[in-house]
């Protein structure tokens, strides 16, 4: 299973970005897939996730509004489109997936995330 993260980039703040994740060796279905970030000396944060079978979404606070996850599964991939940017989101981003039927408490929690992808960083800056 390899999950590929590509999107990332230099943007202005206020400026968006769309980061995708596509998925091979799994087809991603209605698994629960996820979208985390890690910034430099912090540890890697909960960003949002999509749970197919139930088309609920989940989101942290800070990026409520202003980011969107959504997913083509004909393409077996996932998307991450993040508008409104802001200084502080600057991070690696990383997708993620869960063969296992986490409760939704559980789903912000990293280390039920059985599959990574290797990052794409994203950089908020003028």
């Known amino acids: 299973v390899q999950l590929q993260a590509s999107g990332g980039g230099l943007v202005q703040p206020g400026g968006s970005l769309r980061l995708s994740c596509a998925a091979s060796?799994?087809?991603?279905?209605?698994?629960?897939m996820g979208w985390f970030r890690q910034a430099p000396g912090k540890e890697r944060e909960f960003v949002g996730a999509?749970?197919?079978?139930?088309?609920?979404?989940y989101y942290t606070d800070s990026v409520r509004g202003r980011f969107t996850i959504s997913r083509d599964n004909g393409k077996n991939a996932l998307y991450l489109q993040m508008n409104s940017l802001k200084p502080e989101d600057t991070a690696v981003y990383y997708c993620?997936?869960?063969?296992?039927?986490?409760?939704?408490?559980?789903?912000?929690?990293?280390?039920?995330?059985?599959?990574w992808g290797q990052g794409t960083q994203v950089t908020v800056s003028s």
């Open positions: 993620a997936l869960t063969v296992s039927r986490p409760i939704m408490s559980s789903i912000p929690d990293p280390s039920i995330y059985d599959y």
């Open positions: 060796g799994v087809t991603i279905g209605s698994y629960v």
């Open positions: 999509d749970r197919r079978s139930t088309g609920s979404k």
